[in-house]
């Protein structure tokens, strides 16, 4: 993708005033602003209607700039040199000297951090001094976006500023581990889990429900159409969208398919879109044929099921 440099100039004016705006991801887009500042990190919260006890994903440009703010361990550089930038988030432990945002952290000793692989987000944050607090850029519980359009639907001119960067090539948020002791899943994401256990020689201990929320997509409720859905159906009810796997040789006004062949990587890429077109559409609730739990399927149906909990 090419870079629109008058766009970057804009979007670091603002991110050095303090102000929050729209980035491109592959995962997602994200809702950024300085992390070192609590101005531009409440405002985060703010816009979002996050809840303050919910941490905030750090974005870095490089391991030298990670290294000002967290502790590294030799299990983050074996994932790391394997898997990043890319859709994978990092819990490490904070340095006191850090200058992160005690509203980043909800002043936890423990940071999140990614090094995103999109170019144009690579790119801005070279031009910066600072990491960029990003979690998705959504309403707190509802769906994330994927394009410019959809942070505008949401927000409309409560952003400032969406900085382009065409679709999402992934679709779905990151997968996070926390590295501060055993390692741990906290949340299921763009990276096969299989991955990570490949490249550690060992099936990493999942922590996605967990009694207190300590990470990012823990809440019950999240990723939400704000529609009923119902999972696992074998077929529609009257007036309910219903969303397939693959594309079949029947096709009803009500049917939506997440990829033409199986792929849950396409699946998992065009779940929201779905989801929002549905949302926008006449349609009372949603099902949702079941859909393989493996590898990004597991994923998947994370999403849905939290999206359920409407």
Do not use: W
């Not at 801005?124 to 960029?132: E, S």
């Not at 969406?162 to 949340?187: A, F, H, N, Q, Y």
């Amino acid at each position: 993708m090419k870079i629109n440099l008058s766009n970057i100039k804009k979007a670091k004016k603002l991110l050095n005033k303090n102000e929050c705006i729209a980035v491109p991801t592959e995962t997602v887009y994200g809702l950024a602003g300085n992390a070192y500042s609590s101005i531009a990190t409440k405002k985060i919260f703010k816009l979002k209607k996050r809840p303050i006890s919910n941490p905030l994903i750090v974005h870095y440009n490089n391991l030298q700039d990670l290294r000002k703010d967290c502790f590294t361990n030799s299990t983050f550089l074996k994932l790391y040199k394997k898997f990043c930038p890319g859709p994978i988030t990092f819990v490490l432990k904070l340095k006191k000297e850090s200058k992160i945002s005690k509203y980043v952290t909800n002043k936890r000793n423990t940071l999140a951090v990614r090094f995103p692989k999109h170019v144009v987000l690579k790119y801005l944050l070279k031009k910066l001094n600072y990491p960029l607090a990003a979690p998705s850029v959504n309403i707190s519980s509802k769906l994330s976006a994927v394009c410019s359009s959809d942070v505008k639907e949401d927000f409309g001119k409560k952003i400032k500023f969406v900085l382009e960067g065409g679709r999402s090539s992934i679709g779905i948020e990151s997968t996070i581990i926390d590295l501060t002791k055993k390692p741990k899943i906290l949340r299921l994401g763009g990276l096969k889990i299989n991955k990570i256990n490949r490249v550690l020689k060992k099936n990493i201990i999942k922590d996605i429900n967990p009694s207190k929320i300590y990470a990012p997509g823990q809440f019950k409720l999240h990723y939400s159409p704000g529609l009923p859905i119902r999972l696992n159906a074998k077929k529609a009810k009257d007036n309910e969208a219903y969303i397939i796997l693959k594309k079949t040789k029947t096709i009803k006004s009500n049917y939506y398919f997440l990829s033409k062949d199986g792929s849950l990587k396409e699946a998992a890429k065009n779940l929201y879109s779905t989801l929002r077109k549905i949302k926008n559409s006449k349609f009372k609730s949603i099902a949702i044929k079941s859909i393989p739990n493996e590898g990004l399927g597991e994923t998947i149906n994370d999403r849905l099921l939290r999206a359920s909990k409407y």
